[in-house]
């Protein structure tokens, strides 16, 4: 839960829209959507994690623009 919570505000922080969600098997999922400063500001981020965090690997593949109206926890 907290890293979810912890990556929607810093993607809030940034203006980022889009989602983050825990996968079946321990892994976080999400997408976002905005600038390429808050992508990229979102993503080195990620590759730290909040405090206490473990954060093996961050895979980050381009996709087709989606638009969302939020940057939400599934």
Same mark, same amino acid.
């Given at each position: 839960? $907290?890293?979810?919570? $912890?990556?929607r505000q810093q993607a809030q922080r940034h203006d980022l829209t889009g989602w983050v969600r825990?996968?079946?098997d321990g892994r976080v999922e999400g997408i976002a959507s905005g600038e390429t400063a808050?992508?990229?500001?979102?993503?080195?981020w990620l590759a730290q994690g909040p405090d206490m965090a473990s954060v093996a690997n961050?895979?980050?593949?381009?996709?087709?623009y989606q638009g969302f109206d939020r940057f939400v926890i599934k």
């Open positions: 839960m $907290y890293f979810r919570m $912890y990556t825990n996968l079946p808050g992508i990229k500001a979102l993503q080195q961050v895979e980050v593949k381009e996709l087709d």
